[in-house]
Protein backbone atom coordinates (compact mmCIF):
# COMPACT_ATOMS: atom_id res chain seq x y z
CA UNK A 1 0.00 0.00 0.00
CA UNK A 2 3.06 2.36 0.76
CA UNK A 3 3.75 1.34 -3.42
CA UNK A 4 0.53 2.31 -4.01
CA UNK A 5 0.74 5.78 -2.73
CA UNK A 6 3.94 5.93 -3.98
CA UNK A 7 2.80 5.37 -7.72
CA UNK A 8 -0.24 7.71 -6.87
CA UNK A 9 1.72 10.52 -5.55
CA UNK A 10 4.51 10.29 -8.68
CA UNK A 11 1.39 10.63 -11.15
CA UNK A 12 1.15 14.79 -9.77
CA UNK A 13 4.43 16.83 -9.55
CA UNK A 14 3.11 19.18 -6.35
CA UNK A 15 2.80 16.55 -4.23
CA UNK A 16 4.45 16.75 -0.74
CA UNK A 17 5.94 13.41 -0.15
CA UNK A 18 5.69 12.03 3.53
CA UNK A 19 5.32 8.43 2.77
CA UNK A 20 8.71 6.70 1.58
CA UNK A 21 11.16 5.47 4.03
CA UNK A 22 14.04 6.67 2.64
CA UNK A 23 16.66 8.90 3.70
CA UNK A 24 16.40 12.49 1.63
CA UNK A 25 19.55 12.69 1.46
CA UNK A 26 22.04 11.68 -1.18
CA UNK A 27 24.82 9.14 -0.86
CA UNK A 28 27.82 11.53 0.71
CA UNK A 29 29.94 12.27 -2.35
CA UNK A 30 33.33 10.55 -0.64
CA UNK A 31 31.27 7.18 -1.44
CA UNK A 32 29.92 7.98 -4.52
CA UNK A 33 33.65 8.50 -5.59
CA UNK A 34 35.28 5.67 -3.90
CA UNK A 35 32.80 3.40 -5.92
CA UNK A 36 33.45 5.29 -9.40
CA UNK A 37 37.28 4.98 -8.44
CA UNK A 38 36.74 1.19 -7.88
CA UNK A 39 34.84 -0.01 -10.73
CA UNK A 40 37.57 2.14 -13.32
CA UNK A 41 40.03 -0.42 -11.11
CA UNK A 42 37.96 -3.54 -12.07
CA UNK A 43 35.52 -4.33 -9.49
CA UNK A 44 32.61 -4.85 -12.12
CA UNK A 45 32.82 -8.54 -11.76
CA UNK A 46 31.17 -11.74 -9.94
CA UNK A 47 32.55 -11.77 -6.44
CA UNK A 48 32.21 -14.14 -3.13
CA UNK A 49 28.78 -15.45 -2.01
CA UNK A 50 29.13 -14.16 1.13
CA UNK A 51 30.50 -10.80 0.23
CA UNK A 52 34.31 -9.55 -0.24
CA UNK A 53 36.22 -10.76 2.67
CA UNK A 54 37.96 -6.96 2.72
CA UNK A 55 34.32 -5.94 3.72
CA UNK A 56 33.68 -8.53 5.70
CA UNK A 57 36.83 -7.72 7.97
CA UNK A 58 35.72 -4.03 8.39
CA UNK A 59 32.08 -5.15 9.23
CA UNK A 60 33.53 -7.57 11.94
CA UNK A 61 35.01 -4.38 13.45
CA UNK A 62 31.83 -2.12 13.03
CA UNK A 63 29.59 -4.44 14.91
CA UNK A 64 32.85 -5.09 17.69
CA UNK A 65 32.74 -0.81 18.41
CA UNK A 66 29.27 -0.12 17.13
CA UNK A 67 26.95 -2.72 18.31
CA UNK A 68 29.40 -4.65 20.85
CA UNK A 69 29.08 -7.89 18.82
CA UNK A 70 32.21 -10.32 18.83
CA UNK A 71 32.33 -12.15 15.95
CA UNK A 72 34.40 -13.63 12.99
CA UNK A 73 34.79 -12.80 9.19
CA UNK A 74 33.09 -16.65 8.56
CA UNK A 75 30.04 -15.50 10.63
CA UNK A 76 29.37 -11.95 8.11
CA UNK A 77 27.63 -12.66 5.14
CA UNK A 78 26.57 -9.38 3.08
CA UNK A 79 23.51 -9.57 0.98
CA UNK A 80 21.54 -7.26 -1.59
CA UNK A 81 20.15 -5.34 0.78
CA UNK A 82 18.66 -6.61 4.57
CA UNK A 83 16.06 -7.28 2.71
CA UNK A 84 17.43 -10.31 0.88
CA UNK A 85 19.35 -11.14 4.32
CA UNK A 86 16.41 -11.47 5.83
CA UNK A 87 14.29 -13.51 3.16
CA UNK A 88 17.41 -16.22 3.27
CA UNK A 89 17.26 -16.52 6.89
CA UNK A 90 13.59 -17.47 6.52
CA UNK A 91 14.64 -19.70 3.93
CA UNK A 92 16.83 -21.45 5.78
CA UNK A 93 14.96 -21.84 8.78
CA UNK A 94 11.74 -22.16 8.23
CA UNK A 95 9.74 -25.43 7.67
CA UNK A 96 6.30 -25.18 6.05
CA UNK A 97 3.65 -23.89 9.20
CA UNK A 98 6.39 -22.87 11.20
CA UNK A 99 5.58 -19.66 13.07
CA UNK A 100 7.24 -16.40 13.31
CA UNK A 101 6.01 -13.80 15.66
CA UNK A 102 5.90 -10.25 14.27
CA UNK A 103 5.46 -6.92 15.51
CA UNK A 104 2.58 -5.03 14.36
CA UNK A 105 2.51 -1.81 13.63
CA UNK A 106 5.52 -3.37 11.80
CA UNK A 107 8.04 -3.34 8.91
CA UNK A 108 5.58 -4.54 6.29
CA UNK A 109 7.98 -6.67 4.13
CA UNK A 110 7.45 -9.39 6.83
CA UNK A 111 4.81 -11.07 6.92
CA UNK A 112 4.73 -11.28 3.41
CA UNK A 113 8.25 -12.69 3.32
CA UNK A 114 7.26 -15.20 6.19
CA UNK A 115 4.36 -16.85 4.27
CA UNK A 116 6.66 -16.68 0.61
CA UNK A 117 8.80 -18.78 2.26
CA UNK A 118 6.56 -21.35 4.01
CA UNK A 119 5.95 -19.77 7.15
CA UNK A 120 2.78 -18.28 9.24
CA UNK A 121 3.24 -14.86 10.49
CA UNK A 122 1.72 -14.48 14.27
CA UNK A 123 1.25 -11.15 15.06
CA UNK A 124 2.43 -9.33 18.59
CA UNK A 125 0.66 -6.06 19.20
CA UNK A 126 2.68 -2.83 20.52
CA UNK A 127 0.38 0.06 21.49
CA UNK A 128 1.12 3.81 21.73
CA UNK A 129 -0.78 3.69 25.83
CA UNK A 130 2.72 1.11 26.48
CA UNK A 131 5.00 3.17 24.52
CA UNK A 132 4.92 0.77 21.84
CA UNK A 133 7.20 -1.80 24.28
CA UNK A 134 6.33 -5.25 23.62
CA UNK A 135 5.00 -7.06 26.96
CA UNK A 136 8.01 -10.06 27.45
CA UNK A 137 5.25 -11.97 29.03
CA UNK A 138 2.66 -12.04 26.24
CA UNK A 139 5.14 -12.70 23.85
CA UNK A 140 6.22 -15.69 25.39
CA UNK A 141 2.27 -16.59 25.57
CA UNK A 142 2.35 -16.57 22.00
CA UNK A 143 5.10 -18.91 21.28
CA UNK A 144 3.87 -22.77 20.36
CA UNK A 145 5.90 -25.59 19.70
CA UNK A 146 5.41 -24.26 15.65
CA UNK A 147 7.38 -20.93 17.22
CA UNK A 148 10.67 -21.06 15.01
CA UNK A 149 11.71 -17.34 14.95
CA UNK A 150 11.25 -14.33 16.80
CA UNK A 151 11.48 -10.93 15.22
CA UNK A 152 12.54 -7.93 16.77
CA UNK A 153 13.05 -4.63 15.43
CA UNK A 154 14.71 -1.62 17.55
CA UNK A 155 15.09 1.19 16.34
CA UNK A 156 11.34 0.29 14.98
CA UNK A 157 9.87 0.83 11.77
CA UNK A 158 7.27 2.53 11.75
CA UNK A 159 6.57 3.31 15.51
CA UNK A 160 9.85 4.89 15.78
CA UNK A 161 10.36 3.26 19.41
CA UNK A 162 13.76 2.27 20.96
CA UNK A 163 13.86 -0.97 22.87
CA UNK A 164 15.39 -0.21 26.59
CA UNK A 165 18.36 -3.10 27.37
CA UNK A 166 15.57 -4.44 30.02
CA UNK A 167 12.99 -5.38 27.87
CA UNK A 168 15.49 -6.72 24.73
CA UNK A 169 17.22 -8.97 27.55
CA UNK A 170 14.08 -10.61 29.11
CA UNK A 171 12.66 -11.46 25.14
CA UNK A 172 15.72 -12.65 23.79
CA UNK A 173 16.25 -15.40 27.01
CA UNK A 174 12.71 -16.28 27.05
CA UNK A 175 13.14 -16.90 23.11
CA UNK A 176 15.90 -19.24 24.24
CA UNK A 177 14.68 -20.59 26.74
CA UNK A 178 12.04 -22.21 24.13
CA UNK A 179 14.33 -22.77 21.37
CA UNK A 180 13.18 -19.71 19.57
CA UNK A 181 15.69 -17.90 17.22
CA UNK A 182 15.47 -13.76 17.74
CA UNK A 183 15.83 -11.99 14.15
CA UNK A 184 17.50 -9.01 14.91
CA UNK A 185 16.74 -6.22 12.74
CA UNK A 186 18.74 -3.10 13.38
CA UNK A 187 19.29 -1.52 9.97
CA UNK A 188 18.49 2.03 12.08
CA UNK A 189 21.37 1.04 14.88
CA UNK A 190 23.16 4.21 14.33
CA UNK A 191 20.05 6.53 14.13
CA UNK A 192 19.03 7.59 17.53
CA UNK A 193 17.71 10.63 18.16
CA UNK A 194 18.12 10.86 21.47
CA UNK A 195 21.51 10.52 23.07
CA UNK A 196 20.51 9.46 26.43
CA UNK A 197 18.85 6.50 24.82
CA UNK A 198 20.96 3.19 24.46
CA UNK A 199 20.55 0.94 21.75
CA UNK A 200 21.16 -2.98 22.95
CA UNK A 201 21.77 -4.74 19.94
CA UNK A 202 20.74 -8.75 21.48
CA UNK A 203 23.95 -9.88 19.39
CA UNK A 204 25.95 -8.83 21.99
CA UNK A 205 24.44 -10.49 24.45
CA UNK A 206 26.17 -14.16 25.63
CA UNK A 207 27.13 -15.32 22.41
CA UNK A 208 25.54 -18.80 22.97
CA UNK A 209 22.07 -17.41 22.45
CA UNK A 210 20.61 -18.19 19.26
CA UNK A 211 20.53 -14.48 17.54
CA UNK A 212 20.96 -13.28 14.34
CA UNK A 213 21.43 -9.72 13.50
CA UNK A 214 20.44 -7.91 10.41
CA UNK A 215 22.09 -4.68 9.22
CA UNK A 216 22.35 -2.20 6.25
CA UNK A 217 23.71 0.70 4.98
CA UNK A 218 20.13 1.84 3.33
CA UNK A 219 19.24 3.93 6.08
CA UNK A 220 22.12 5.24 8.09
CA UNK A 221 24.81 5.99 4.78
CA UNK A 222 21.80 7.22 2.67
CA UNK A 223 22.45 4.19 0.31
CA UNK A 224 19.12 2.37 -0.28
CA UNK A 225 19.97 2.09 -3.57
CA UNK A 226 22.75 0.29 -3.68
CA UNK A 227 21.50 -2.74 -2.12
CA UNK A 228 24.36 -3.50 0.60
CA UNK A 229 23.05 -5.52 4.13
CA UNK A 230 24.82 -7.68 5.77
CA UNK A 231 23.84 -10.49 8.67
CA UNK A 232 26.16 -11.38 11.72
CA UNK A 233 25.18 -15.25 12.08
CA UNK A 234 26.27 -18.43 13.70
CA UNK A 235 28.92 -19.64 11.26
CA UNK A 236 27.14 -23.08 10.55
CA UNK A 237 23.79 -20.83 9.57
CA UNK A 238 26.16 -18.00 7.72
CA UNK A 239 27.32 -21.11 5.73
CA UNK A 240 24.00 -21.83 4.56
CA UNK A 241 23.26 -18.13 3.68
CA UNK A 242 26.33 -17.91 1.77
CA UNK A 243 25.12 -21.27 -0.14
CA UNK A 244 21.44 -19.39 -0.63
CA UNK A 245 22.86 -16.51 -2.37
CA UNK A 246 24.08 -18.61 -5.26
CA UNK A 247 20.89 -19.64 -6.92
CA UNK A 248 18.95 -16.27 -5.98
CA UNK A 249 21.43 -13.53 -6.37
CA UNK A 250 25.32 -15.29 -6.73
CA UNK A 251 26.52 -12.36 -4.93
CA UNK A 252 26.07 -9.00 -3.69
CA UNK A 253 27.10 -5.75 -6.29
CA UNK A 254 31.07 -5.68 -6.29
CA UNK A 255 31.03 -1.99 -6.80
CA UNK A 256 27.98 -1.37 -3.72
CA UNK A 257 30.36 -3.09 -1.79
CA UNK A 258 33.13 -1.43 -2.64
CA UNK A 259 31.05 1.67 -1.75
CA UNK A 260 30.09 0.38 1.91
CA UNK A 261 33.61 -0.25 2.42
CA UNK A 262 34.30 3.65 1.84
CA UNK A 263 31.11 4.24 3.99
CA UNK A 264 33.01 2.66 6.41
CA UNK A 265 35.90 4.01 6.23
CA UNK A 266 35.90 7.53 5.53
CA UNK A 267 34.46 10.46 7.43
CA UNK A 268 31.77 9.91 9.72
CA UNK A 269 30.80 13.88 9.58
CA UNK A 270 28.49 13.36 6.60
CA UNK A 271 26.78 10.49 8.34
CA UNK A 272 26.19 12.10 11.92
CA UNK A 273 25.35 15.43 9.90
CA UNK A 274 22.12 13.70 8.70
CA UNK A 275 21.43 12.08 11.57
CA UNK A 276 21.85 15.66 13.11
CA UNK A 277 18.86 16.59 10.36
CA UNK A 278 16.55 13.76 11.45
CA UNK A 279 16.66 14.97 15.11
CA UNK A 280 16.11 18.73 14.67
CA UNK A 281 13.46 17.48 12.45
CA UNK A 282 11.79 15.27 14.74
CA UNK A 283 11.80 17.95 17.13
CA UNK A 284 10.34 20.48 14.65
CA UNK A 285 7.36 18.00 13.86
CA UNK A 286 7.29 17.19 17.71
CA UNK A 287 6.50 20.70 18.55
CA UNK A 288 4.18 21.31 15.40
CA UNK A 289 1.82 17.89 17.37
CA UNK A 290 1.60 19.04 20.19
CA UNK A 291 0.64 22.98 19.15
CA UNK A 292 -1.67 21.54 16.13
CA UNK A 293 -3.05 19.01 18.79
CA UNK A 294 -2.36 15.79 17.46
CA UNK A 295 -1.58 13.04 18.98
CA UNK A 296 1.41 11.03 17.80
CA UNK A 297 4.26 9.13 19.74
CA UNK A 298 7.65 11.12 20.02
CA UNK A 299 10.27 9.55 17.81
CA UNK A 300 13.16 7.72 19.51
CA UNK A 301 14.65 6.23 16.78
CA UNK A 302 14.39 6.24 12.90
CA UNK A 303 13.06 8.87 10.72
CA UNK A 304 9.19 7.91 10.89
CA UNK A 305 6.30 9.19 13.46
CA UNK A 306 3.07 7.59 13.81
CA UNK A 307 0.57 10.02 13.97
CA UNK A 308 -3.08 8.75 15.14
CA UNK A 309 -5.89 9.58 12.72
CA UNK A 310 -8.83 7.80 14.09
CA UNK A 311 -10.79 11.07 15.10
CA UNK A 312 -11.03 11.48 11.40
CA UNK A 313 -13.45 8.63 11.78
CA UNK A 314 -12.21 7.08 8.47
CA UNK A 315 -9.78 4.30 8.00
CA UNK A 316 -6.03 5.10 7.60
CA UNK A 317 -6.01 4.20 3.88
CA UNK A 318 -9.04 6.03 2.77
CA UNK A 319 -7.94 8.96 5.03
CA UNK A 320 -4.25 8.99 2.92
CA UNK A 321 -6.07 9.03 -0.15
CA UNK A 322 -8.06 11.68 0.83
CA UNK A 323 -5.26 13.30 2.12
CA UNK A 324 -3.06 13.40 -1.20
CA UNK A 325 -6.34 14.26 -3.63
CA UNK A 326 -7.71 17.12 -1.33
CA UNK A 327 -4.41 18.56 0.28
CA UNK A 328 -1.71 16.94 -2.32
CA UNK A 329 0.36 15.29 1.16
CA UNK A 330 1.61 11.87 1.02
CA UNK A 331 1.05 9.57 3.50
CA UNK A 332 2.23 6.24 4.94
CA UNK A 333 -1.98 4.39 5.80
CA UNK A 334 -1.52 2.68 8.76
CA UNK A 335 -2.83 -0.68 7.33
CA UNK A 336 0.53 -1.36 5.74
CA UNK A 337 2.01 -2.06 9.06
CA UNK A 338 -0.72 -4.87 9.80
CA UNK A 339 -3.43 -5.06 12.55
CA UNK A 340 -1.90 -2.77 14.68
CA UNK A 341 -1.61 -0.23 12.09
CA UNK A 342 -5.61 0.18 12.14
CA UNK A 343 -5.51 3.89 13.63
CA UNK A 344 -2.24 5.40 12.16
CA UNK A 345 -0.77 7.00 9.49
CA UNK A 346 3.23 7.02 9.11
CA UNK A 347 4.94 10.45 8.24
CA UNK A 348 8.40 10.11 7.62
CA UNK A 349 11.24 12.86 8.44
CA UNK A 350 13.17 12.35 5.49
CA UNK A 351 11.58 15.54 4.34
CA UNK A 352 12.39 19.20 4.66
CA UNK A 353 10.51 21.33 7.94
CA UNK A 354 8.85 23.16 5.47
CA UNK A 355 7.27 20.07 4.03
CA UNK A 356 6.78 18.27 7.40
CA UNK A 357 4.78 21.31 8.58
CA UNK A 358 2.99 21.57 5.40
CA UNK A 359 2.12 17.56 5.87
CA UNK A 360 0.74 18.06 9.34
CA UNK A 361 -1.18 21.26 9.35
CA UNK A 362 -2.76 18.78 6.46
CA UNK A 363 -3.64 15.86 8.36
CA UNK A 364 -4.44 17.95 11.33
CA UNK A 365 -6.78 19.66 8.94
CA UNK A 366 -8.00 16.51 7.59
CA UNK A 367 -8.89 15.35 11.05
CA UNK A 368 -10.82 18.18 12.06
C1 LIG B 1 12.91 -2.36 9.55
C2 LIG B 1 13.48 -2.49 8.19
N1 LIG B 1 14.23 -3.56 7.88
C3 LIG B 1 14.78 -3.72 6.68
C4 LIG B 1 14.58 -2.79 5.68
C5 LIG B 1 15.19 -3.02 4.35
O1 LIG B 1 16.45 -2.47 4.23
P1 LIG B 1 17.34 -2.64 2.92
O2 LIG B 1 17.20 -1.41 2.11
O3 LIG B 1 18.74 -2.83 3.44
O4 LIG B 1 16.86 -3.87 2.20
C6 LIG B 1 13.80 -1.66 5.94
C7 LIG B 1 13.52 -0.67 4.88
O5 LIG B 1 12.60 0.11 4.93
C8 LIG B 1 13.25 -1.49 7.24
O6 LIG B 1 12.50 -0.43 7.55
Same mark, same amino acid.
Request: with cysteine; aromatic share 8%.
Given at each position: ????????? #??????????????????????? #??????????????????????????????????????????????????????????????????????????????? #?????? !????????????????? $?????????????????????????????????????????????????????? $?????????????????????????????????????????????????????????????????????????????????????????????????????? $???????????????????????????????????????????? #????????????????????????????????? !?
Amino acid at each position: MIRVMFDAA #EERSDVVRLEVGEPSFTTPSHII #EAAALAASEGSTRYGPNGGLASLRELLVEKVRTVNGIDSSIDQIVVTPGAMNGLYSLYLALLEPGDEVLIPTPGFPNMD #EMVRLT !GGVPVFYELHRADGYLP $DPEKITSLMTDRTKVLFLNSPSNPTGVVFPPDVIEQIVVAAADRGVWVISDEVY $DQLILDDDRVHLSPGSLDSALPVVSVYSFSKVYAMTGWRVGYVVAPTALADVLRKLQEPQVSCPSTISQKAAEAALTGPREPIESMRTAYVERRDFAWRLVQ $DLGLEAFRTQGTFYMLVDGSRSGMSPLDFAMQLLERDGVSVAPG #EVFGPGGSEVIRISLANDEENIGLGLKAVAGAI !G
